[in-house]
């Protein structure tokens, strides 16, 4: 792919994403990211990945979440359009958006695993604890302790 201007960005995103589609990458243009896309000049940034990650999994996964991203989508390609011609409007998005707003989702995401994971162990833990109180006071019992 060549390299683009950041005015010619949502055209070249909306090219990615046909093109993509036409490999069989189910992706639709309704998809994108658009205000991240704009403030970093392609949709291919990894920061863009972690937001498609969160949007996917804990936005679009319950009713209000569902809302939000549909109002999203209606409303910022208009502000993705400015936003790709003026780069320090760009550079400001950047610092002050998009940087917080991956930040929290992937302290959000890391704390949703981390709480899974102790749901998880918790239990294995108590069962292995106990195991090991039953057979020290076995031993105990045995030996005369």
């Known amino acids: 792919m060549s390299q683009c201007r950041p005015a010619d960005m949502n055209i070249y995103a909306k090219s990615f ?3 993509k589609a036409v490999g ?8 994108g990211c658009f205000i991240a896309t704009a403030a970093y000049g392609s949709p291919l940034h990894r ?5 498609r990650s969160f949007r996917d999994v804990y936005l679009k996964s319950n009713l209000i979440g569902n809302t939000f991203v549909n109002i999203y ?3 910022s390609p208009p502000i993705a359009d400015v936003l790709s ?3 320090k409007l760009r550079t400001s998005v950047r610092l002050f958006l998009i940087y917080p707003l991956v930040y929290v989702s992937q302290i ?9 994971a102790a749901v998880c162990l918790i239990p294995i833990l108590l069962f292995v604890r106990r195991k090991n109180w039953r057979n020290v006071f076995l031993c105990r019992s045995c030996s005369g302790l």
Do not use: C, G, K, P
């Open 24 to 31: 069989h990458d189910i992706i639709t243009w309704q998809e």
């Open 47 to 51: 920061d863009i990945d972690v937001l």
């Open 73 to 75: 989508y209606l409303t």
């Open 108 to 116: 959000f995401s890391n704390t949703i695993l981390a709480m899974i």
């Open 17 to 19: 994403i046909e093109e």
């Open 85 to 87: 011609q003026h780069d």
